[in-house]
């Protein structure tokens, strides 16, 4: 059965059979990857291109290396940010990618929406790799990919998506890709990071996090941008690691077995000490190699739809 | 030249005129006989049969940005005006916020002189403080002089209380509105309406409270300096609610609203189409229920469009970066007979009220009437006729508008101004 959609734009609305048949493809996959010689002929021939209009280098490694595992033939076009304010000069970038006629195009942008805009202009097949703090259907996947290798099944668990909330573009996508598999959502963070109304999504809002941890099976930690336009949202580093960071005291205090997730690159000693990042609980580095999988799963499917 | 308008439903608000079938002569674009006229008693008269159609006071849309001087690519003075025109309007108040902003004398006359012989009235709003910066205000003694109706910083609400103060103080000595974007920028700042929506399609938010914040107050200042404050394009239910209350108390208060804040909600950004991106931006149902409450009960005092023209090349970019802003002059009747008048929010006459009478007494500027001895200022409206609004056809330089391809229900068919008419998409010298 195939995809039901010839895009992948975020998780919101994506049927519960499309999640089931990507992570299970990915499965596939990751076998692939343990194997001496870690390629496949599957794309050959199909050209894709990485659009990345916001520097994200583990995401573009992840998705370059599954293009090359795929056999694809894939090209970086990576637009500094100093020319992206230009609306002009993305559309014409469009207009010139469009005309080399590729199959697939990747793209990383700061602002929302952008991958829904490529796909009213551009015949190829688009993948959100990030847009703004709207979505980031890759790594949605691949944290569910992660929680259901190490716990057997997401059905029926209870996650909790820590951190600053309203400026992640992770957030939502484990939101709607969650739901639908079947797990309890929550948040929890600052108030200042929980975006509006976001209770009406049917997520739990919890605003101290020793609750948050007695509660969940899975905290999927978010990383804190710590420029200064995102400190405007907490007073201090050191306060958000005093009431919001995870360490092993507090996880020993809770007396929980609990499951780590942290999108990467951490804050060590803000939204996770060294020792929780380092620990038994976090599955970190696992979550870089599904990474690779789920994003081979998702352009295998995408790419052999036609 | 004699014309003969045939035929007429005639309908004027505060003249209490409402007669059907009634014929008028205009002799070089001056009323010379309300009545029954009999063409052949007048010799080499041009007859225009408008039957079911009526005839109403011409309209004047007081929020209107042409972007002369400085984007001229987006639309000139000349071109505005063929809008407005286009769009059922005699007249136009044109905002400040042009390059250079709309702040001296000269400015003034050369926008004066630029729509002197269109058919279209246009009025100029002054800038409220020196090139729109907030810092001091402007000279508004000269710019009044001049023939300025009102000041505003548009684009911006003006920027701190003080000079709002002194801004009120100063103007007073002419009687004439501070008309106020009431924006709060330490808490605004994002691309659409902060709720749901902009959770879920995540873009950065803008808070209604950053809208209610400045009408609160301008409207405590206006009443403490016992100046006129007008609020323009207000969009959120609270603002609507303090306006109420204002009135109620006696402060003097008007407003405006714009077709798009009575006609859509934020639900339609899920397509991150920049055209139904503007400022203040579009909010929830609730907000529009007190908006259609508003227009009924007579809190907001006109309907005003904030025409807004863009270049499309500045348009077609990403959600977050695309001006603020949408044509509307062309839309607005439609949209106002559709959406107000056809689905009983409000009667004809009030329709009447907020599109032509209400935004020239709040500019002090005369009403039109339908008198022997008067120039005609009319604006010829078919109620009923149904058609979709083609955004090829505008008039305006720019096609910045959500509303490309509307069904609606009752259209402007012409004006006529100045001894000029529009009709049939020609004009003529009469
Ligand atoms: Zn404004
Ligand atoms: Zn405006």
Redesign the interface.
């Known amino acids: 059965m195939p995809l039901s959609n010839r895009h992948l734009l975020g998780l ?1 609305g994506v049927p519960k059979e499309d999640i089931q048949l990507i992570l299970d493809t990915a499965s596939t996959f990751r076998e692939v990857l343990e194997r001496p010689i870690k390629r496949v002929p599957t794309l050959q021939g199909k050209t894709v291109v990485n659009l990345f209009y916001e520097s994200s280098t583990r995401t573009r490694i992840s998705f370059e290396l599954a293009e090359k595992r795929l056999s694809a033939d894939s090209i970086n076009f990576a637009v500094s940010a100093s020319s ?5 000069s ?2 014409d970038t469009i207009k010139n990618i469009e005309a080399m006629k590729v199959d697939m195009v990747v793209v990383r ?6 991958p ?2 490529l796909t009213k202009i551009s015949d190829a097949n688009i993948i959100n790799a990030g ?5 980031h259907p890759t790594q949605g996947l691949l944290d569910m990919y992660s929680i259901r290798e190490k716990l057997r099944k997401i059905e029926g668990l209870k996650v909790c998506i820590v951190g600053d909330v ?1 400026h992640s ?1 992770v957030a ?1 996508s484990n939101i709607y890709g969650l739901k639908t598999m079947g797990a309890e959502v929550s948040v929890c963070g600052p108030s200042t990071m929980i ?4 209770e ?2 049917g997520v739990k809002v919890i605003y101290n996090i020793d609750e948050a941890i007695q509660e969940n099976d899975v905290l999927n930690v978010l990383r804190i941008q710590l420029e200064r336009k995102a400190r405007e949202y907490f007073p201090s580093i050191r306060e958000y690691a005093k009431y919001f960071g995870i360490t092993e005291e507090r996880l020993e205090k809770n007396g929980k077995d609990i499951l780590i997730l942290h999108p990467g690159p951490i804050n060590r000693g803000v939204e996770l000490s060294s020792g929780v990042a380092d620990g038994l609980n976090q599955i970190i580095l696992k979550q870089v190699t599904n990474g690779v999988a789920v994003r081979m799963a998702v352009l295998y499917l995408l790419g052999t739809l036609n | 030249m004699k014309i003969i308008l045939k035929n007429v439903s005639l309908f004027h608000p505060v003249q209490k005129i409402d007669e059907k079938e009634i014929d008028i002569l205009l002799t070089d674009g001056v009323i010379s006989k309300i009545g029954k006229i009999n063409p052949e008693e007048i010799s080499g008269a041009k007859v225009f049969d408008l039957s079911n159609k009526h005839i109403v006071p011409g309209f004047f849309d007081m929020h209107v940005h042409l972007r002369e001087p400085g984007r001229e690519d987006e639309e000139t003075v000349q071109s505005g005006c063929n809008a407005a025109a286009n769009g059922g309007f005699t007249g136009i108040a044109c905002m400040p916020n042009t390059e250079p902003a709309i702040d001296s004398a000269e400015v003034v006359s050369f926008i004066k002189k630029q729509s002197k012989d269109h058919l279209v009235d246009v009025e100029v709003i002054g800038a409220a403080t020196l090139g729109r910066k907030g810092e001091y205000i402007s000279p508004m003694a000269e710019l009044y002089e001049a023939g300025v109706v009102g000041f505003s910083d548009d684009g911006v609400a003006i920027k701190t209380s003080g000079i709002l103060k002194r801004a009120f103080e100063y103007s007073k000595m002419y009687n004439i509105p501070i008309i106020e974007h009431c924006e709060d920028e330490t808490l605004s700042g994002g691309a659409m309406n902060e709720g749901l929506n902009s959770t879920m399609l995540g873009l950065p938010p803008i808070p209604s409270v950053a809208e209610e914040l400045i009408v609160i107050r301008d409207i405590l200042l206006a009443e403490y300096t016992g100046g006129k404050i007008h609020i323009a394009h207000l969009s959120t239910k609270k603002s609507v609610e303090m306006v109420r209350e204002a009135k109620r108390k006696g402060i003097s208060v008007t407003s405006e609203v714009t077709p798009h804040h009575f006609t859509l909600i934020d639900d339609s950004l899920k397509i991150y189409d920049t055209n139904f991106k503007m400022n203040p931006p579009l909010r929830t149902k609730a907000d529009v229920d007190e908006i259609l409450l508003g227009l009924k009960d007579g809190t907001i005092d006109c309907i005003a469009s904030d025409h807004a023209p863009h270049s499309a090349e500045e348009k077609e970019a990403e959600f977050e970066h695309a001006p603020n802003g949408i044509t509307g002059l062309e839309t607005q009747v439609g949209l106002a007979l559709t959406e107000l008048y056809h689905k009983k929010i409000i009667t004809l006459g009030q329709l009447i009220e907020k599109l032509s009478i209400n935004p020239r007494k709040i500019l002090n500027l005369p009403v039109p009437n339908f008198e022997v001895g008067q120039i005609a200022n009319f604006t010829i409206l078919d109620l009923t006729e149904i058609f979709t609004f083609d955004i090829n056809r505008s008039k305006s330089k720019s096609k910045n508008s959500p509303f490309d391809k509307r069904l609606l229900t009752g259209k402007a068919l012409g004006v006529i101004n100045k001894s000029k008419m529009f009709y049939q998409d020609e004009f003529l010298n009469l």
């Open positions: 919101q992206v304010s230009k609306g002009e993305f559309k942008h700061s602002a929302a929406g952008t829904l805009y847009d703004g703090i709207h979505e309203a573009r939502l975006p509006k109304n976001i009406d999504l």
